[in-house]
């Protein structure tokens, strides 16, 4: 009784009087829509509350986008040539090449302004005596004036060898100013700037047809020059004098492959042999392995996912069905249907060939 007499709970329970004295479906669509309310307020709270966490959230910061730097506009055209006397030491572990050449350059500027002391090789290997590059001659001719340097160097150069060896390789070498500031344009003389030695031959490869063609390399620094926001752009203008040169497959294939050759061969001696054949089977996976480590200690890692790696897959999956096989049709089949066994023993061998002579020709180039 001292609860009731409390005055907040009192007035409480007048303001309940109303309803209490309701009909039960009249007292339930109150409940109904007071609940209704409730829930309209809370939602309603919710969202203004989301908004507002979402407002004060910071935005991702945007990357500035790439902005050229406001370069002096090219002046003058340098004109450039080339004639190539001598190729060699083309080395696959250190990815590079030597090359032996005459430069020639036109300049139609003025005398004094001549950049042609400037040309160096931008790909080009700088280890002592290894690398020339002097002028041997200059003379003023219509154009300009003509300028005629010596090269010689070892150049980098990326080989693609998953093709191997199938492949094909394109020698680049790129000319450039020493210094990627200078305001000089740099072009071919004519659409035959790259002449060869009628000569010249590479042991074990095809050569073809050289090109050269004006190029440009993207620096992405300003190079302490700031002159925009952002990340910057420079331009080097370059030539670059391009020789095509095809492996002649036949040659590298009888020699670096004889391994796999002789691992197929004993693979069929012994499924003709009736006796010793496990000595066989040892030798020909022996045979298979060491020629993969010969192939792997003269090219580079990334050859051995090419043609290479999945010929050595064939060769052992050749193996291990020429076992099975041979392991099923005696021990097995031969006691229980000796005639199907029979049968089985003579297709063994041209199966196996069948199947390895196949895969060699899907996985060819």
């Known amino acids: ?48 509350e989301w908004r507002s966490v979402a407002t004060a959230q910071p935005q991702p910061q945007q990357t500035p986008a790439a902005v050229p730097i406001n370069q002096p506009p090219l002046g003058d055209q ?25 430069l020639w350059s036109i300049w139609s500027g003025p005398p004094d302004e001549n950049p042609s002391d400037d040309l160096v090789l931008l790909n080009g290997i700088y280890d002592g005596d290894v690398q020339r590059f002097e002028r041997v ?8 004036v003509w300028s005629l340097y010596q090269v010689r160097s070892q ?18 070498i790129e000319v450039g100013l020493n210094n990627p500031m200078t305001p000089v344009g740099l ?28 190029s440009e390399r993207t620096l992405m620094s300003d190079l302490g020059m700031t002159q925009a926001q952002g990340m910057s752009l420079r331009r080097q203008p370059t030539v670059v004098f391009q020789i095509p040169i095809e492996r002649l497959s036949l040659l590298a294939f009888m020699p670096d492959f004889l391994g796999y050759i002789l691992a197929v061969g004993l693979c069929c001696l012994s499924l003709l042999i009736t006796r010793s054949r496990d000595d066989l089977i ?17 090219l580079p890692v990334t050859a051995m ?57 899907l996985i060819i180039p």
């Not at 040539?81 to 250190?94: H, I, K, W």
């Not at 001659?137 to 300009?144: H, M, S």
């Not at 150049?155 to 680049?172: C, G, I």
């Not at 045979?287 to 200690?297: L, Q, T």
């Open 282 to 298: 040892l030798a020909a996976v022996v045979s298979a392995g060491g020629n993969y480590v010969f192939i792997a200690s003269k």
């Open 137 to 144: 001659g200059r003379q003023a001719v219509t154009d300009g």
């Open 305 to 361: 996912n090419g043609f290479i790696g999945n010929l050595q897959l064939i060769f052992f999956l050749g193996v291990l069905y020429v076992v099975g096989a041979d392991e099923l049709i005696d021990n097995h089949l031969s006691n229980y249907t000796p005639r199907v066994s029979t049968l089985l023993r003579m297709g063994l061998l041209p199966s196996y060939l069948a199947f390895t002579l196949l895969g060699v020709y």
């Open 78 to 102: 340098l004109k450039l040539g080339a004639y190539l006397t001598n190729l060699s030491d083309l080395d696959l572990l250190e990815n590079r090449f030597s090359a032996e050449f005459l």
């Open 187 to 214: 072009t071919v003389v004519n659409d035959w700037a790259f002449p060869s030695n009628p000569g010249l031959t590479l042991p074990g490869w095809l050569l073809e047809e050289s090109s050269a063609f004006a």
């Open 155 to 172: 150049v980098v150069q990326r080989w693609e060898l998953s093709r191997y060896p199938f492949d094909v390789q394109r020698l680049r």
């Open 1 to 48: 009784m001292e609860r009731w007499s409390d005055p907040p709970a009192l007035a409480t329970v007048e303001k309940l009087r109303p309803i209490l004295v309701l009909a039960p479906g009249q007292r339930r669509c109150v409940w109904i829509k007071a609940l209704a309310l409730a829930l309209a307020s809370c939602l309603l709270v919710m969202t203004l």
